[in-house]
């Protein structure tokens, strides 16, 4: 559909490549490599498709600080697990998001098309796991399901930069709520603080 992206109702670049929400023109940062860097880290696999026109290239604000801050070890996070995911629409009238996401003008109420050719975004906060924790780490998102929390990669940063550990005591920590299996399959934890004690 890319030489018809251009009919798109409303255009592809007026919603966030990371949530998919609308995004004023005010508010949006073009993507950019440490963007890239942070998505990929935060989700394990990496923005894509930024050569066609079926896909923003652009982040809304509280993606595009949600994501640094993580990236830069300073809080942050987002509200969702998984980004939404786009694929290439077929038919602006069947399966397009940007053109049957309807914008009021007026009102700036929008109500977001489910189609085929999206994924929308996976909550944080999923009741997999039964297993309640003894500790309550200072969240930045909000907490749903607060006795089947799994700990985020920036909340065990957090907490082990926190309680002052050692490195010894952080990677038994963290042995032990990997076997309580507590902690949320993020590919995040491979990177810097956590990844020194695992
Ligand atoms: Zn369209
Ligand atoms: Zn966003």
Known sequence: ????????????DSFCYVCGEYVSAAFKKPISEVHKKAYLAYFGFGICDQNKQWVPH?????????????FNDCGGG??????LIWREPHDHNVDCYFCLTRIDGATGKVEYANVMSVTQPVANRTPVNTQPISYSAPSPVRVKYIETHLILPNELDLLISGLNLSERSAEILV?????????????????RKVAQVM
């Open 1 to 12: 559909m890319t030489s018809e992206s251009a009919v798109c109702k409303n255009h592809p």
């Open 58 to 70: 652009f982040l809304c604000k509280n993606c595009h600080l949600g994501l640094l801050k993580w």
């Open 78 to 83: 987002l509200n969702f697990a998984k980004p």
């Open 175 to 191: 042995k032990t709520f990997q076997e309580w299996k507590i902690l949320a399959p993020f590919p995040g934890f491979h990177r």
